[in-house]
C-alpha cells in the first residue's frame, strides 16, 4: 500500500499546451487534394489538346466545270498552248543599241525595223565605196575617150600604111596604143564592177544594224533595252543576244502528251475540245494536227499537237489547256450545252438524310449541303452548295465533321 501512494500519476494528466496532432493531417490532406486536382486538370487539358489536335487522312478532288464532250471523250489529256512559229530576234552585227521600238504586245508587220545598231562607222565606210564607185566610174570614162582617140588614130595609120604612107614602125606604134586603150576600158569597167561589190557590201553591213521583224506576230518578251551591246550570239561579256522574242499567234497549238498505252486511240484529224484554265467555261474546238513520230523516254508519252478550228485574242502562248479527244463521228454541235459543276461520284455521303460534300477550307474540313443533277458518267453534276476549284473529300468516312482537320493522303 505504501509503494502506490508513492506512485506518480503526473503522467495522467492532459497537456493543454501541446500542439495538437489534427494540425499536420489536416495540411497532408490538403496538399493531397491539391496534387489530385491538378492531376485531374492536366489530364483534362491534355485530353482536349489531343482531341482537338487530331488529324483524319482524306483524298482530294476538285470541283470542275465539265462538258458532255469531257464526259463522252475518248480521252483527256494536258498540254499547254505553244506558237508553232516563233523567233528570238537578233542582229547578225556588233554594236550598241541605239533605237528600239516596240515592248512586249507590240504588233509588228514582216519587214517593220524594230531596232537599230550604231551605224556612223558603216556608213561612212560605205560614203567611202561610193566614192570609189564614182572613181572608177570616171576612170572608165577616160578609158573610154582614150579609146575612141587610139581607134580613130589607128584607122588612119592603118589606111596610111596601106598607101605605104608611113612606116611599119607607126603602123605597130598606133595598133599597140589601140590595145592598151581597148585594155584600159576593160580595167576600168572591171574596177567599177569591184567598187559596186564592195557598195553591196558595205550596204549589206548597214544593214546589218537594222533589226527586222521576221513575220507578222506579237512582241512576247524584250531582252535589251537602248544603250546595251548587241551581240549575234551573244558571246561578249555584258552583251545582249536577241533583243525581242516574236510569235506568229496565228500559230497557236496545244501540245497535249499523251500515255504510250493510249496514243492508238488518236488519230490525225480527230476532233477534239479544248478548255484552258484560265477561261473554264470557255470551248474552243479543235482537231489533232499532228502527232509526233516519237515518244519521251523518261516520260513515256507521245507528243500530239492539237490546232484551234477557231480561238480568240484571250488565247495566249503557254497558258494551260486540258483537250478531250472526242468520238470518231460525234457532231461538234451536240456539245454545245453550257458546261456544268460537277464533283467525283465518290465526294457525295449523306449526313441528317441530306446530301453533303466535306469542302477543304485552310487545314479543317467545312460540311457541306448540295443539290444534285444529273450523273456524268464519274462524276455528279452540282447544281447548289459549292464552287468550281474548291477541294472535296473522297470517299468521306463517319468520322468527318466539320472543322475536323485534316492531311491529304499521300
Not at 267 to 288: H, N, W
Not at 311 to 340: I, Y
Request: net charge neutral.
Amino acid at each position: 500500500m505504501s509503494d502506490n501512494k508513492h506512485t506518480d500519476l503526473s503522467f495522467l494528466k492532459i497537456n493543454r499546451n501541446a500542439p495538437r496532432e489534427t494540425e499536420p493531417r489536416s495540411k497532408s490532406s490538403l496538399i493531397i487534394l491539391l496534387i489530385v486536382g491538378v492531376l485531374v486538370i492536366s489530364a483534362g487539358l491534355f485530353f482536349a489538346f489531343v482531341s482537338g489536335n487530331s488529324t483524319e487522312t482524306v483524298e482530294l478532288g476538285t470541283v470542275v466545270l465539265t462538258t458532255s464532250a469531257q464526259e463522252s471523250a475518248v480521252l483527256t489529256a494536258s498540254g499547254y498552248i505553244v506558237a508553232q512559229r516563233k523567233a528570238a530576234v537578233a542582229s547578225k552585227g556588233t554594236g550598241r543599241l541605239e533605237y528600239l521600238g516596240v515592248i512586249e504586245g507590240d504588233r509588228v508587220k514582216t519587214g517593220q525595223i524594230i531596232g537599230r545598231l550604231e551605224s556612223s562607222d558603216v556608213e561612212a565606210a560605205l560614203g567611202q565605196v561610193k566614192a570609189n564607185l564614182n572613181l572608177a566610174k570616171a576612170g572608165l570614162e577616160s578609158a573610154k575617150a582614150e579609146l575612141d582617140d587610139a581607134a580613130a588614130n589607128f584607122e588612119r595609120q592603118k589606111t596610111l600604111f596601106a598607101q605605104n604612107s608611113i612606116s611599119r614602125a607607126d603602123y605597130d606604134g598606133a595598133n599597140a596604143r589601140y590595145r592598151r586603150a581597148v585594155a584600159a576600158v576593160s580595167s576600168a569597167d572591171a574596177s567599177i564592177k569591184y567598187a559596186e561589190a564592195n557598195v553591196r557590201a558595205t550596204e549589206v553591213q548597214l544593214e546589218y544594224t537594222l533589226i527586222r521583224a521576221p513575220f507578222d506576230g506579237v512582241v512576247l518578251t524584250k531582252n535589251a533595252n537602248v544603250g546595251e551591246v548587241i551581240s549575234p550570239f551573244g558571246a561578249a561579256a555584258g552583251s545582249r543576244g536577241a533583243i525581242v522574242s516574236v510569235a506568229d499567234m496565228s500559230s497557236l497549238e496545244v501540245e497535249a502528251d499523251v500515255s504510250e498505252s493510249n496514243i492508238e486511240k488518236i488519230k490525225e484529224g480527230m476532233l477534239c475540245e479544248i478548255t484552258l484554265d484560265a477561261y473554264p467555261e470557255q470551248r474552243y474546238s479543235g482537231f489533232v494536227n499532228k502527232i509526233v513520230p516519237t515518244a519521251d523516254r523518261a516520260k513515256a508519252t507521245v507528243l500530239t499537237k492539237v490546232r484551234f478550228k477557231e480561238r480568240d485574242a484571250r488565247v495566249l502562248p503557254e497558258m494551260r489547256a486540258k483537250v478531250s479527244f472526242l468520238k470518231e463521228g460525234k457532231l461538234q454541235e451536240e456539245n454545245n450545252t453550257p458546261p456544268k459543276i460537277s464533283v467525283p461520284a465518290s465526294a457525295i455521303t449523306t449526313r441528317n438524310g441530306q446530301k453533303v460534300v466535306f469542302v477543304a477550307k485552310g487545314e479543317t474540313l467545312t460540311e457541306t449541303a448540295v443539290t444534285l443533277g444529273e450523273s456524268m458518267g464519274n462524276r455528279i453534276e452540282i447544281k447548289s452548295g459549292v464552287m468550281p476549284g474548291e477541294k472535296v473529300v473522297l470517299r468521306p468516312t463517319e468520322k468527318l465533321s466539320t472543322g475536323i482537320k485534316f492531311t491529304i493522303e499521300k
